[in-house]
């Protein structure tokens, strides 16, 4: 099994790319891990919010394959404790024979075909944050619920 993180749009924070990169590389020892980022849609402010979104959203499908399931980290999806994620996380790994595919969507969230794809919805919080600041956290819980699923010496309860 395979874990992919599609986000959108460059990172381009000096700060979130290296604590992506710290992560990343923290995964590689538990998963084989990459992250694909969906260039920014060209002319974006000359679009409205919907058609953005579904620009995005067409991006975003076309790096999915069939098989895969399909994560959106949504401000409405379900909210899990650390612990309680990870052993989520294992239960769909031993349980799955496709690749994990976990999508941060734009400023403005998935379109309404990227949310008929998705299998499941999580939210990170009920505040809400910079996509390009969730990029970090989400790698740092993935990788925390690596470490709890191994029982690693991380994380603390």
């Keep these: 099994m395979r874990i ?12 979130v790319r290296s604590g992506m990169e710290v992560y990343v590389s923290r995964l590689s020892h538990y998963v084989n891990f990459s992250i ?3 260039p920014d849609i060209r002319n974006a ?13 067409e991006a975003i499908l076309k790096n999915i394959s069939v098989g895969d399931y399909v994560v959106l ?37 998935f379109s309404e075909a990227v949310y008929a794809r998705a299998d499941e919805r999580i939210s990170l919080s009920k505040m809400t944050f910079p996509h390009q600041m969730v990029r970090v956290i989400f790698l740092e819980q993935l990788y925390r619920a690596f470490t ?10």
């Design 4 to 15: 992919r993180l599609i986000v959108t749009g460059k990172t381009d924070t000096g700060w």
């Design 36 to 38: 694909v980022e969906i």
């Design 45 to 57: 402010a000359s679009y409205g919010k919907d058609l953005l979104k579904a620009k995005e959203g």
């Design 73 to 109: 980290l949504d401000e409405k999806g379900m909210e899990f404790s650390s612990s309680a994620w990870a052993a989520r996380l294992g239960k769909r790994i031993s349980h799955s024979s496709g690749d994990m595919v976990f999508v941060i969507g734009g400023a403005y969230g």
């Design 148 to 157: 709890i699923l191994r029982g690693e010496q991380y994380h603390h309860e």
